[in-house]
């Protein structure tokens, strides 16, 4: 098999990003730097628990906030990812997870189905930021996640008070199901499709 590798650069008036992804690790390679801490610690966790090779780096129009920031690092994750995944040969295509983060627990299932959804459940992130990331970025990282790589996503915050562990628990789950989903079943040897397809 091909390596399934990806670099995206993307460059706008808010943001200007450099993304390399690798979905066959070594997991937690790369470095993330994009400027707002919390963010570079969520993709810390999602590069070490989905299995990824992921470096990133950012320069974004901070003093707005960090929303063009988080928002576009999505976008251009899941572009690579997209990219990296090519014609989706030989893949799982569906995984899930449901992971604790102390008293938070969060679950999420996901298809590489080719058809971009979002579905964010569950309970309401509190009011408020994390050292300047807005907690309800979250959910703005995910959803550009899978309009640019085309997952269907369902994400379900189920139990939960402290935001941090909430949000962590989030990307823990996301990062799980997502490992599985694009990891190689050695008994497809096509698209995992009836159609054929699952890149339209």
């Known amino acids: 098999m091909s390596e ?75 572009q ?3 990219a990296a995944l090519a014609d989706r040969r030989g893949i799982r295509r569906y995984g899930h997870a449901v992971v604790p983060m102390d008293e938070a627990r969060a679950a999420c299932a996901l298809d590489v189905s080719g058809r971009a ?10 009011p408020g930021d994390i050292a300047g990331f807005e907690h309800e970025a979250a959910e703005e990282f995910f959803r550009a996640v899978a309009g640019a790589a085309r997952l269907t996503l369902h994400l379900d915050l189920q139990a939960g008070t402290n935001a941090h562990h909430m949000i962590e628990a989030c990307f823990k789950a996301f990062a799980r199901a997502l490992r599985v989903a694009v990891s190689i079943d050695p008994e497809e040897t096509g698209v995992p499709s009836t159609k054929g397809t699952l890149t339209s």
């Open 117 to 126: 959804l979002t579905r964010w459940e569950g309970l309401a992130l509190p």
């Open 4 to 78: 399934r590798r990806a670099q995206i650069d993307r460059t706008t008036g808010e943001t200007d990003v450099s993304l390399s992804l690798g979905l066959d690790g070594p997991a937690g390679g790369g470095t993330r730097a994009t400027g707002v801490g919390f963010l570079d610690h969520m993709l810390d966790l999602l590069a070490r628990h989905g299995g990824l090779e992921l470096d990133v780096r950012m320069t974004g129009d901070l003093q707005t906030g960090a929303h063009h920031t988080v928002e576009d690092t999505g976008i251009v994750l899941g």
């Open 80 to 82: 690579a990812l997209d």
